[in-house]
């Protein structure tokens, strides 16, 4: 990357600040809510409207109504869009997409400032979103717009895309593009998900998450008289006590890898819900409760399934309860790919021209679209780095530095300039 370029992308960048900061304030204003999932056509539409403005070629997708099934309750009814814009370069080849969720959780309380306002305020953008992940949508499109703005033209082709459900797992946003075929290793040569993993970060990959629900069945009888029944808290403190012992060790293992913060770099299993009984002097028959299991790069969701198997098994065999159901709701396996490798290398190069320092590499504690791209899309090449930062992601009073969103633009701009090519 000469130095003449990174000039004219960080000047052309710098120019363009109060749009986007503008811009990203109208994307605020759209309430996405998931659940249940509002204003997602709205919200597609305005995007879709910035990108063919920029002269894309925009395509608009209406998730179908088949691959809607692994809505939860709440979601049912609400249609799911997805926009892809094309920007097609000088030639076909290299391809580079970046893509991030328009959905945002909801806002919750503890706000001084409207959520869905999109205020600017000493230079900062506030509103739900406004890290996790507008930021990183604005982001994409204005790194295009800024090397269109400095006069520089692309080679390879530049597709930006915005997907939905990414809180609720994703399937119905970035796993459907990814298995309609619009973002595999076939048609594209690199993936940046946009996400905030903090803005002098690159983010390599994931943990692993198993979410699952337990019903423990026991046997219901008179409070006076428990020999005559089966009681299923019991059996599920039973099963809380065998986690200490046969799965506490695995637990305490460290990742090689640099999941941050330093608290996740280990896998950590939470119970979260629980849920029995209905009267003081009766015992329940059955106990219900949720796991929320976060799982290192060294370990799959299938081992951490058959672990939690192994001891209900164990508490049905030993009498301690009479049977156990198993739902899963999420399963997904941690995702890591390889820092040696010409995305990473290029991202490091522009990081390093615009930052004046050294970019750092991370895992994320979470999950993420990334999953997507590589286990099903097959792409190898897919990486996340976005603008906002991972701390402010979910909290009252989420905001962006408008510092952090150029910087964002900027890098992304001349990642994207340095992958595809420049015409001279
Ligand atoms: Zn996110």
Same mark, same amino acid.
């Given at each position: 990357?000469?130095?003449?370029?990174?000039?004219?992308?960080?000047? !052309?960048?710098?120019?363009?600040?109060?749009?986007?900061?503008?811009?990203?304030?109208?994307?605020? +204003?759209?309430?996405?809510?998931?659940?249940?999932?509002?204003?997602?056509?709205?919200?597609?539409?305005?995007?879709?409207?910035?990108?063919?403005?920029?002269?894309?070629?925009?395509?608009?997708?209406?998730?179908?109504?088949?691959?809607?099934?692994?809505?939860?309750?709440?979601?049912?009814?609400?249609?799911?869009?997805?926009?892809v814009g094309t920007f097609a370069g000088t030639e076909k080849r290299p391809v580079l997409h970046l893509s991030g969720h328009y959905d945002v959780v909801p806002a919750g309380g503890g706000w001084t400032v409207d959520p869905y306002g999109g205020a600017i305020i000493d230079g900062k953008?506030?509103?739900?979103?406004? !890290?996790?992940?507008?930021?990183?949508?604005?982001?994409?499109?204005?790194?295009?717009?800024?090397?269109?703005? +400095?006069?520089?033209?692309?080679?390879?082709?530049?597709?930006? !895309?915005?997907?939905?459900?990414?809180?609720?797992?994703?399937?119905?946003?970035?796993?459907?593009?990814?298995?309609?075929?619009?973002l595999t290793k076939e048609n594209t040569d690199y993936c940046i998900i946009t996400e905030p993993l903090d803005p002098d970060m690159i983010c390599l990959g994931h943990r692993g998450t198993l979410w699952f629900t337990l019903a423990f069945r026991g046997v219901q009888s008179h409070g006076s008289m428990p020999s005559k029944g089966l009681n299923p808290i019991e059996g599920m403190r039973r099963l809380l006590e065998r986690i200490d012992v046969r799965i506490r060790p695995a637990l305490e293992t460290v990742s090689r890898y640099p999941v941050s913060p330093e608290g996740s770099r280990k896998s950590t299993l939470c119970i979260t819900t629980i849920r029995a009984g209905s009267k003081v002097n009766t015992i329940p028959d059955e106990c219900t409760a949720s796991f929320d299991w976060r799982l290192i790069p060294e370990q799959s969701a299938a081992w951490a399934r058959g672990e939690i198997m192994a001891i209900c098994d164990d508490l049905v065999r030993e009498g301690i309860i009479l049977g156990?159901?198993?739902?899963?709701?999420?399963?997904?396996?941690?995702?890591?790919?390889?820092?040696?490798?010409?995305?990473?290398? +290029?991202?490091?190069?522009c990081g390093r021209a615009v930052l004046g320092r050294d970019m750092g590499v991370n895992v994320s504690p979470g999950m993420d679209d990334q999953r997507f791209a590589v286990h099903e899309g097959g792409l190898e090449a897919t990486v996340v780095y976005g603008p906002g930062r991972l701390a402010l992601a979910h909290t009252s009073d989420e905001h962006i530095a408008l510092d952090d969103l150029v910087t964002g633009v900027t890098i992304l701009a001349a990642t994207a300039a340095e992958l595809l090519g420049v015409r001279e």
């Open positions: 990357m000469n130095d003449g370029l990174i000039a004219r992308i960080r000047a !052309s960048a710098e120019a363009l600040r109060p749009q986007m900061g503008a811009f990203l304030g109208e994307l605020l +204003a759209i309430d996405t809510e998931n659940p249940p999932g509002r204003n997602y056509e709205r919200c597609v539409r305005f995007l879709g409207a910035k990108m063919a403005s920029l002269g894309c070629e925009v395509e608009y997708v209406e998730v179908p109504e088949e691959d809607l099934a692994a809505l939860a309750d709440e979601s049912k009814g609400w249609p799911r869009h997805i926009v953008v506030y509103g739900r979103g406004a !890290s996790d992940m507008k930021s990183g949508l604005a982001a994409q499109i204005y790194a295009l717009e800024v090397l269109q703005h +400095a006069g520089i033209e692309l080679k390879g082709t530049f597709v930006s !895309s915005a997907v939905p459900d990414e809180e609720t797992g994703g399937e119905t946003g970035m796993g459907y593009l990814v298995r309609s075929g619009r156990y159901s198993y739902t899963p709701i999420v399963e997904a396996n941690p995702t890591m790919v390889d820092e040696d490798q010409r995305l990473v290398d +290029a991202l490091k190069a």
